[in-house]
């Protein structure tokens, strides 16, 4: 058994390199062959993934948060997997993608390499989505080793088109206040953790107006006053906020989460209760299910899995079953 070991340089501001070496020593014990990948950068990085792709291996596992699932989605992905459009790499601080997956019939992923996830980054919403183990490495080690022997886990993904370009997500596409906040928040050094970015949230709505959205779910139009709106097929962003406690990884479906325009104060008390996830009986909280999304805005940029995508219009559909996880 080889498997290629991703690391994210810069996960949990560098202490996931000792993580990554830790992960090699565990895979190895238990007999399987291991390829680490840790570069200075995730330009380097998704080269690496992608050669190491190439050569053949078994698994790709990632070391780090939601942004090296991110990594290794769209790696996993690749060109060949996204009839009509191209996967761009070099973009959102180089996560890229390589021809490593093909189509399946339905368009998703469908290729025989999975992706197992040993989280050390600060988010970890995929992970949580999961119910791996976070933070604790044997145990996300023994949950890889578990999970290949048993075959894994199908789950859908979403895909985004913005500017003739698609890329792969697992999470939540955020395109308003949230993004904003994660705009702000990549921006610092410090402080580290989640802390960072409930501060920064603190600090965007200082200043923040609601965005008037076009929007197009699974064909039907309408004009939207709205402070966010994410397109959801994980529950939570930001480290556990759960701003769709009710989504599934594989219904097939997206949850359209939209916060209607609120006023400042409105909007900092809805806040707090995403963490529970009793947010969602606030009169300005609106959740559906959907298979497709248009999003259009003036001066709005768009997050997915925690990385920049770019700015809006741009469509966003699940491909259902699309990806083999270790989980």
């Not at 498997?3 to 810069?10: D, E, S, Y």
């Not at 990594?71 to 060949?80: D, S």
């Not at 792969?168 to 921006?187: I, K, L, P, Q, T």
């Not at 707090?272 to 805005?297: I, M, N, Q, W, Y």
Request: proline share 4%.
């Amino acid at each position: 058994m080889l498997i290629a070991l991703a690391v994210n340089p810069r996960a949990a501001f560098g202490r996931a390199r000792h993580a990554g070496r830790d992960a090699a020593a565990h895979f190895r014990a238990a007999g399987a062959d291991v390829l680490l990948l840790c570069e200075d950068s995730y330009a380097g990085l998704a080269r690496a993934v992608d050669r190491a792709l190439d050569s053949g291996v078994d698994a790709l596992v990632v070391v780090g948060g939601d942004g090296m699932v991110h990594l290794g989605l769209n790696a996993l992905a690749g060109a060949g997997a996204i009839p009509g459009a191209r996967v761009e790499a070099g973009v959102a601080d180089g996560a890229g993608a390589g021809p490593h997956a093909g189509a399946d019939a339905g368009g998703g992923i469908g290729g025989h390499v999975p992706l197992g996830i040993i989280p050390t980054g600060t988010g970890n919403d995929t992970a949580r989505a999961l119910g791996l183990p976070r933070h604790n490495l044997p145990a996300a080690c023994e949950r890889v080793l578990e999970s290949l022997a048993g075959g894994g886990r199908m789950i859908d993904a979403g895909r985004v088109t913005a500017g003739g370009t698609s890329r792969w997500f697992a999470g939540v596409v955020s395109a308003g206040f949230d993004a904003a906040v994660n705009e702000r928040a990549n921006a610092w050094r410090w402080p580290r953790g989640t802390i960072r970015y409930q501060l920064a949230m603190l600090r965007e709505l200082a200043s923040f107006r609601a965005i008037n959205y076009t929007v197009t779910a699974d064909g039907e139009c309408w004009q939207q006053g709205a402070m966010l709106i994410s397109v959801a097929n994980g529950q939570s962003i930001g480290g556990g906020m759960r701003i769709t406690p009710e989504a599934v990884l594989d219904d097939g479906l997206l949850d359209l989460f939209i916060v209607s325009r609120v006023s400042r104060t409105g909007l900092l008390a809805v806040f707090p209760k995403v963490f529970s996830g009793r947010h969602v009986d606030h009169p300005a909280v609106h959740l559906r299910r959907v298979r497709k999304v248009e999003l259009t805005a003036g001066n709005v940029v768009a997050y997915a899995d925690g990385e920049r995508i770019g700015a809006l219009p741009l469509t966003i559909e699940v491909v259902p079953r699309a990806l083999r996880v270790l989980a």
